[in-house]
């Protein structure tokens, strides 16, 4: 079965041009963001910033989805797609440089502002390409080109990470910022490949005249409605968010690196080992659940719903870890489980939703998963330092949190495991 999985992979990508060059740009882009990274985080120890103004640095590659993705799907589904991502990596490629302007600590907002900016193209890269994907491969082949975009991101995490590491460590950091912008430029030169495919639809958008100032916001409306009138959209949309209840276990990778299991204090070196864990589950995931039993809509149902009882499991179990590489096994399997249901719910959301309003549908995804994460990573800040909880009790109900998706899926899904959906576009709102 795996060396069946593995032929399908294969053949997508020798056979799909289209497809091959958007996910060498997904490559490129994605090592350029982790990358970037690490090297902003160490330019703001070189300046002097204090734990506070780091914190804010992680916060403002979160926050700018809110009010970026939604209006950015209604501009996803006015123009070409391939414009999107072309342009996002160009002006990526733009402001990196911008960094090495800092040179004291009161440089310090200015680079809030650069992150800022580049978070908010960033927030247009990742909906566009997801709601790219389904014009350029067939509908059976979109369980295997996600689990690829989603192994490609894990890989990116490690890879990303660790050549950020050696590069700022051996050249220092303006090669390093030059080398992230040069990825964008490279990621563009892919994108360009990418050669046009009008969905089977015809055009995005309707034809009503969009003359007036309003009008981005009218389709703004139009999205939510369409995702309110079926639930089935509004169900998997909301899956994402269900994960996002975990987002404390992120915060908490630090604080058991450095206080709970580690074996001596190298502390970075352990802490970068979990962020390996941590790659490869949601690297391995999506594998093992295409190849265990993700091969139609009813058990894609099902497997999601597994996803969420399996990272629970795993995610309370990591918070019980005695040993660090206990800890590392059961981290990895715990996000395993997450991203299973992360893909599928991409997967099912792709092959229903109409095209035109894919970007909003995928725009307002990562916005009420954006929500969900940084609320959970606040919720345990202040359970370690306001609340006086320990760190593994603050773990054990990031973990089990997962349990309240993954049961309320299954209520909502149960009755319909066993019957194949209709494509909504043939179906009317209920």
């Given at each position: 079965?795996?060396?069946?999985?593995?032929?399908?992979?294969?053949?997508?990508?020798?056979?799909?041009?289209?497809?091959?060059?958007?996910?060498?740009?997904?490559?490129?882009?994605?090592?350029?963001?982790?990358?970037?990274?690490?090297?902003?985080?160490?330019?703001?120890?070189?300046?002097?910033?204090?734990?506070?103004?780091?914190?804010?640095?992680?916060?403002?590659?979160?926050?700018?989805?809110?009010?970026?993705?939604?209006?950015?799907?209604?501009?996803?589904?006015?123009?070409?797609?391939r414009f999107v991502l072309l342009w996002s990596d160009i002006l990526r490629a733009a402001l990196v440089p911008m960094f090495l302007w800092a040179d004291g600590p009161g440089d310090v907002v200015g680079i809030y502002a650069l992150i800022a900016a580049q978070v908010a193209l960033t927030a247009l890269f990742e909906p566009a390409k997801t709601a790219l994907i389904p014009n350029l491969v067939r509908p059976d082949q979109l369980a295997?080109?996600?689990?690829?975009?989603?192994?490609?991101?894990?890989?990116?995490?490690?890879?990303?990470?660790?050549?950020?590491?050696?590069?700022?460590?051996?050249?220092?950091?303006?090669?390093?910022?030059?080398?992230?912008?040069?990825?964008?430029?490279?990621?563009?030169?892919?994108?360009?490949?990418?050669?046009?495919?009008?969905?089977?639809?015809?055009?995005?958008?309707?034809?009503?005249?969009?003359?007036?100032?309003?009008?981005?916001?009218?389709?703004?409306?139009?999205?939510?409605?369409?995702?309110?009138?079926?639930?089935?959209?509004?169900?998997?949309?909301?899956?994402?968010?269900?994960?996002?209840?975990?987002?404390?276990?992120?915060?908490?990778?630090?604080?058991?690196?450095?206080?709970?299991?580690?074996?001596?204090?190298?502390?970075?070196?352990?802490?970068?080992?979990?962020?390996?864990?941590?790659?490869?589950?949601?690297?391995?995931?999506?594998?093992?659940?295409?190849?265990?039993?993700?091969?139609?809509?009813?058990?894609?149902?099902?497997?999601?719903?597994?996803?969420?009882?399996?990272?629970?499991?795993?995610?309370?179990?990591?918070?019980?870890?005695?040993?660090?590489?206990?800890?590392?096994?059961?981290?990895?399997?715990?996000?395993?489980?997450?991203?299973?249901?992360?893909?599928?719910?991409?997967?099912?959301?792709?092959?229903?939703?109409?095209?035109?309003?894919?970007?909003?549908?995928?725009?307002?995804?990562?916005?009420?998963?954006?929500?969900?994460?940084?609320?959970?990573?606040?919720?345990?800040?202040?359970?370690?330092?306001?609340?006086?909880?320990?760190?593994?009790?603050?773990?054990?109900?990031?973990?089990?949190?997962?349990?309240?998706?993954?049961?309320?899926?299954?209520?909502?899904?149960?009755?319909?495991?066993?019957?194949?959906?209709?494509?909504?576009?043939?179906?009317?709102?209920?």
């Amino acid at each position: 079965m795996a060396q069946s999985g593995f032929r399908e992979f294969s053949e997508l990508l020798r056979g799909n041009r289209e497809f091959r060059y958007l996910w060498y740009g997904q490559l490129i882009s994605q090592a350029g963001d982790w990358f970037n990274q690490i090297a902003v985080m160490r330019l703001l120890d070189r300046l002097g910033a204090s734990g506070t103004e780091q914190a804010m640095s992680l916060m403002l590659r979160m926050l700018p989805h809110l009010v970026i993705a939604p209006l950015a799907g209604v501009w996803i589904d006015r123009v070409d797609r391939r414009f999107v991502l072309l342009w996002s990596d160009i002006l990526r490629a733009a402001l990196v440089p911008m960094f090495l302007w800092a040179d004291g600590p009161g440089d310090v907002v200015g680079i809030y502002a650069l992150i800022a900016a580049q978070v908010a193209l960033t927030a247009l890269f990742e909906p566009a390409k997801t709601a790219l994907i389904p014009n350029l491969v067939r509908p059976d082949q979109l369980a295997t080109a996600n689990a690829l975009s989603a192994a490609t991101w894990s890989v990116m995490l490690a890879i990303g990470a660790a050549l950020a590491g050696v590069v700022i460590e051996t050249a220092g950091l303006a090669p390093a910022f030059l080398i992230d912008s040069a990825s964008f430029l490279l990621s563009a030169l892919c994108v360009a490949n990418v050669a046009r495919r009008e969905p089977p639809q015809g055009r995005r958008t309707d034809d009503r005249p969009r003359r007036r100032w309003t009008a981005g916001f009218v389709d703004l409306f139009e999205g939510f409605r369409y995702m309110a009138g079926h639930r089935a959209v509004l169900s998997l949309v909301l899956v994402k968010a269900g994960i996002g209840l975990s987002g404390g276990t992120l915060l908490l990778l630090y604080v058991f690196a450095k206080d709970v299991l580690p074996p001596d204090d190298r502390i970075d070196l352990w802490t970068g080992l979990l962020f390996v864990a941590r790659a490869i589950g949601t690297g391995v995931g999506p594998f093992v659940g295409r190849f265990v039993g993700g091969r139609d809509d009813a058990a894609m149902r099902r497997v999601i719903a597994w996803g969420f009882f399996v990272a629970a499991l795993f995610f309370t179990a990591f918070a019980c870890a005695s040993g660090f590489w206990t800890g590392f096994v059961l981290l990895g399997l715990g996000h395993l489980g997450s991203s299973v249901s992360w893909v599928f719910s991409t997967v099912l959301l792709q092959g229903k939703v109409e095209d035109r309003f894919r970007g909003r549908v995928f725009s307002a995804e990562l916005s009420l998963f954006t929500v969900t994460f940084s609320l959970a990573m606040l919720a345990t800040g202040h359970a370690l330092d306001d609340w006086g909880w320990n760190p593994r009790s603050v773990a054990v109900v990031s973990g089990a949190s997962l349990l309240v998706p993954g049961v309320l899926w299954v209520l909502a899904h149960r009755s319909r495991w066993s019957k194949p959906d209709l494509p909504l576009s043939t179906s009317k709102p209920r």
